[in-house]
């Protein structure tokens, strides 16, 4: 295990030598917290003027939760058109999902762009790079229930609640698989150059 973590941390490293892999990981890392945020409500069009709320005891509220793995937001900040409730966790969510988003989509095109140095086909990289596309969806699902009309019992509603976690795993877990075969030996590192 310790041998795994170690080339899924060398296979990133590698991909983020690469100009393409730094500029994949920035994408992923500022383009995903906006999209988290918005999926669960706290970030969304409309706002007028400009203003800042924050609400008594911002550290008590801070902890509590509204549903599994999602927090109370402790402000609100108004700048037209944009209205964000800040909840500290939630974005602390968002940021390590963010990471791990921007590591799959820098693995992803390093091992897309030079398949052969890494000894997988050059779709594997792009397979990599899915569930970092599909997470968004995972916290909206009890809206896509309503949007599609499905009548969703509360065991149903419960299990979507922390279908943030299990997307945070699914993120690690495909690291650790393209690494697994882009790093299997240490003569075959992803090349740098690019």
Same mark, same amino acid.
């Given at each position: 295990m310790r041998d795994g973590l170690r080339r899924t941390v060398r296979t990133v490293v590698d991909s983020l030598r690469r100009r393409d892999g730094r500029a994949a990981f920035l994408l992923g890392v500022v383009g995903y917290p906006p999209l988290y945020l918005a999926s669960i409500g706290h970030l969304a069009l409309?706002?007028? %003027?400009?203003?800042?709320?924050?609400v008594a005891d911002p550290f008590t509220r801070a902890l509590e939760q509204t549903r599994p793995f999602s927090f109370e937001p402790v402000a609100r900040v108004v700048v037209d058109p944009v209205t964000l409730l800040v909840s500290p966790l939630d974005v602390g969510v968002a940021l390590v999902l963010a990471a791990l988003v921007g590591g799959n989509f820098a693995v992803a095109v390093a091992v897309w762009r030079s398949p052969t140095a890494c000894g997988v086909e050059g779709s594997a990289g792009l397979l990599a790079g899915v569930p970092a596309l599909v997470t968004g969806a995972a916290c909206? $699902?009890?809206? +896509?229930?309503?949007?599609? %009309? +499905?009548?969703? &019992?509360?065991?149903l509603l419960t299990a979507i609640?922390?279908?943030?976690?299990?997307? $945070?795993?699914?993120?690690?877990? &495909? +690291? %650790?698989?393209?690494?697994?075969?882009? $790093?299997?030996?240490?003569?075959?590192?992803?090349?740098?150059? $690019?």
């Open positions: 409309g706002g007028r %003027g400009r203003s800042v709320q924050v909206c $699902g009890s809206t +896509l229930l309503v949007a599609f %009309g +499905l009548g969703a &019992s509360g065991a609640g922390y279908a943030t976690p299990v997307t $945070g795993l699914l993120l690690v877990a &495909s +690291l %650790g698989l393209v690494a697994r075969s882009a $790093g299997a030996g240490a003569d075959r590192p992803i090349r740098t150059e $690019g």
